[in-house]
């Protein structure tokens, strides 16, 4: 028979802070592109504000990419190319860097699917090295969620002590000078939103509960990134003493087709590395994509035709949905090359959501647009053909 030991069993081994890369389905931002942080951190020439990883310049350089950096990563010279992460206007990203190193909060508006949360996790990771101290806005957000709580089974057995509080992920970012990314800000009722005021004029959350050392004081370096996009319903208005802490940055659709097929081809090229899928998706296919989706957006063809627009927003997160399931359609029932019918039965459930009638408008496309490339084009042919299939 074993012996019977009088010492305490092993404590189980804590838990691994976050899985290795290869085992997570999405990585952040900061793990993703470490090595461009690196040689970023490596080369800057700049001395960045307090508890800033780089310098403004730096941070720019990381957004909108376009140098490659000779860097010392695990003992090795390499050269690391900083790629582009938020494809638009340079100017957005130098303003937003800007108010984030000021005494105001940014708040990122638009309509859906523009890049908001994909630009703040993107200034979150570059700028404190990490993007994941966030909140998500939602009907249900508590003051709780914004501030603290307590771990009420240890306030009952020993009281309110600093160790039985929970803190937020605000009160994470102010103790360590880092950004606070809150998403959705304006799905949480004013309330609620109105916690944010004293944090973001006093920089300090109170703790009346305990007894001493009860104000927590945000470090040099503590500011907040909310995003809030122009289209939810319900949306509740930002209070006047909230609006007043917070330079609004409105991120546009994007303007012009170059732009949109380069952000489709990069991202649904990074997004098929990581479902690691060998599927095809040639530059001509995605412009096919970009150049509907921009003329059923805007309600008027290259040609001059004018069209009914649908009533769900065709953003560019959209065209890089239809892009990757037109991919996995392609690789699972298809030859894995995706061509323009691909496109087009996968996008009908994108254009046509709750309202029936954007079925019309899909109608109205195939007909009065695409067979008549048809005519001339076979992709296009090939597009009006199977569209019309699905409608
Ligand atoms: N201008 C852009 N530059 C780079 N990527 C973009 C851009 N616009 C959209 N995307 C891509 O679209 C996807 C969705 O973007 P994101 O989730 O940031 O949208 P959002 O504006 O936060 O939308 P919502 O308001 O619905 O939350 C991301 O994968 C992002 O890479
Ligand atoms: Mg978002």
Known sequence: MAKKSDSPPPAASPPAVSPPAEEVLREPAEVRYA??????????????????????????????????????????????????????????????????????????????GTGKSWLSEHLAAA?????????????????????????????????????????????????????????????????????????????????????????????????????????????NELSAALKRRFNYIYIPIVGDQKTEVKIVQERSRELLERYNLPAKLTPSVIELLATVFREIRNGKSSDGVSLKKPTTTLSTAEAIGVALDSALHARFFGGGEVGPADIARNMVGVVVKEDQEDRDSLKEYATLVAKKRGVKEKAWKEFHDALVEQL
């Open 127 to 235: 700028i404190s090295g990490t993007s994941t101290l966030t909140i998500q806005g939602t009907a249900g957000t508590t003051e709780e969620h914004i501030k603290y709580s307590w771990n009420i089974a240890r306030v009952i057995a020993e009281g309110p002590r600093p160790a039985n509080l929970i803190p937020s992920p605000t009160m994470v970012a102010m103790r360590s000078g880092g950004l606070l990314r809150f998403e959705e800000l304006t799905r949480c009722v004013p309330d609620v939103q109105d916690a944010l005021v004293s944090i973001l004029s006093d920089k300090a959350i109170a703790v009346p509960e305990l007894p001493d050392s009860n104000m927590v004081w945000a470090r040099p370096g503590f500011n907040v990134i909310a995003t809030a996009n122009t289209r939810d319903q319900g949306v």
């Open 35 to 112: 090595q461009q942080l690196l040689a970023l951190a490596q080369n800057d020439a700049e001395t960045p504000p307090a508890n800033w990883r780089l310098s403004p310049r730096s941070v720019l350089a990381y957004v909108v990419g376009g140098k490659t950096l000779k860097a010392k990563i695990d003992g090795k010279a390499v050269e690391v190319p900083i790629t582009r992460k938020f494809f638009g206007d340079d100017g957005i990203v130098e303003r937003a860097i800007v108010t984030l190193a000021s005494e105001r909060a940014l708040l990122l508006i638009g309509e859906p």
